[in-house]
């Protein structure tokens, strides 16, 4: 397909004397879309934050783009291409919607030295505002972008969130369950913008999620997670009759989910 | 509230607020004695302490409970230098102050921001003000606990444009220029992308990280500028109190400017300015009332607390939300961003 984006290899991560990680070795290659998998307590979310620079390995490196990138703070790595949206969508929720898009557009011509950290502008730059307007449309806000992000119904602050992360023009986009706490007609149409932005900007997307069928719809690759350890990573079809896999997670997960 | 983002509305109400306090601060030479007039000095340095107090508690989220520590080392630098020297370069014992609180801030943020946050970080902050509290009333050259005396009022300028501030209402007019100057540049910090990043740290400082902002620079960055205007207030001070004692580094004085901020509105650029006026006019009313003053004051901070969780400000823009058209629309001049907050 494309070029490698994210390669990681060796990630070990203990938080006292308990192992959370063990080994995690996983790659990306823009425009893909790539699920980690897992039961609860399987150390994905510690995945993530190690990935997206909130913790730091122990042991193991990280490649982003080429550059080595294990020690480096979360906003560096932002810098270089790491978008990330949360489980709890998290959003300015006593700014307009307009507003948050405009503070996440500032920050990024801040860190490219468009702009300058000390402006003495009493309000944004009119190709600011006509940026995020733009995106607001595009992401189906735009009739929203007065009202504050406080009040917006949920998946529409997840789509906001989503739109914060895309200004940003991440290679990598890091989402920690999105569609969590999402009505069904939400998920789909979720699900939808997720394929549309990984496809139109040939972002590697790297997910978690408890919803096999999402899983299954988005992801082109897929890498399942267990105490720590990877014991299954290839495509839909490969991980799907794992036996290992279903022996000790799809099995009840799906009848479940 | 529907506001369009880039209109000026908002703007201009703060615009005609700002202009109209500065004429009726320039005003009081005319009438007043010089009792009040020296009251309204020190009222406009307080501002002033507060305004950049609020930079860090109402925009930036975070508290500082040894604020005073600021003014304080601001006053003691202009002090020192105009009890040595009457005359000097314009402006230069206040540059001094400034320095001195960014110094200050600087080594604060070293030791407490650095590491801690939330309560840990105010009550390091206390901790620190305490010691420079103790510093000063230990330092003979600053007068002990007796405190510094002897500052002289300086003639500023050179040659041919000279300011003497010991005549007439000079350095009235000199603090207050001074003030209008610091409070615009405050204006500006709390509305520009640097102040807007601020209010989102304040929101989600995690969220503001993914947005690729060194966070605790920024953290450092605010608290360092208000260490300069808190200082630079104090420095204002000193000339026109003409004592300086170790109280103004006291604990108790630090809680002056979150009095200030939680009366007027912590949330609003003027809140602090109008809890500052308020606090004033009361200490100026009950000033004949021996011992009954804190009780006024304590009184009436309990009730806008209890009342007005959001301060004045923020009582005054819900009742007009709740009940638009009884009051006028100039009634209050919130900010743009906070008022759409609302």
Known sequence: MNQMILRAEGLYKSYGSIPVLKDVTISMRAGETHAVIGPNGAGKTTLFKTLSGEVFPDSGWIEIDGKRVE????????????????????????????????????????????????????VPLNSVVDEARGLLEQMGLGNQQDRLAGILAYGDRKRLELAMSLVLNPRILMLDEPMAGMSVADRSAAAETIRRVARERGIAVLLTEHDMGVVFSLANRITVLNYGEIIASGTPDQVRTSAKVRDIYLGHEVEHA | MKLSFNSNWGKKEDATTGILLALAFASVPAWADKGLLFFCSVLLTHILFALSFNLIFGLSGFVSFGHA?????????????????????????????????????????????????????????LALAELVHVLISKSTFLGREDGMTGIKRPVMGSGILQVDLAAGDNLYYAILIGAIFVGVVIYMLWHNAFGRTLGAIRQDEERVRFLGVNVLAMRIGVFVASGAFAGLAGGLYAPSAQLLTPDLGNWGYSALPILFCLVGGANYFWGPVLGAIIFAGLEYATRDVIGLSEIIVGMVLLIVVL???GGLIGGVITFRQRWPGRLSRNASSASLVRESAE
Do not use: C
């Open chain 1, 71 to 122: 020690k480096l703070a979360g906003h560096r790595r932002v810098r270089i291409g790491v978008g990330r949206t949360f489980q709890v969508a998290r959003v300015f929720s006593d700014y307009s919607v307009l507003q948050n898009l405009v503070v996440a557009i500032e920050a990024r011509a801040r860190f490219r030295k468009r702009l300058p950290t000390v402006s003495f502008r009493l």
């Open chain 2, 69 to 125: 520590a600021f003014f304080a080392i601001g006053a003691y630098t202009t002090g020192y230098l105009l009890q040595r020297q009457g005359e000097m370069y314009p402006f230069l014992f206040w540059i001094a102050s400034g320095l001195s609180g960014a110094v200050a801030a600087i080594i604060v943020a070293a030791i407490a921001l650095r590491r801690s946050s939330g309560v840990y970080f105010a009550i390091l902050t």
């Open chain 2, 307 to 309: 009342a007005f969780p």
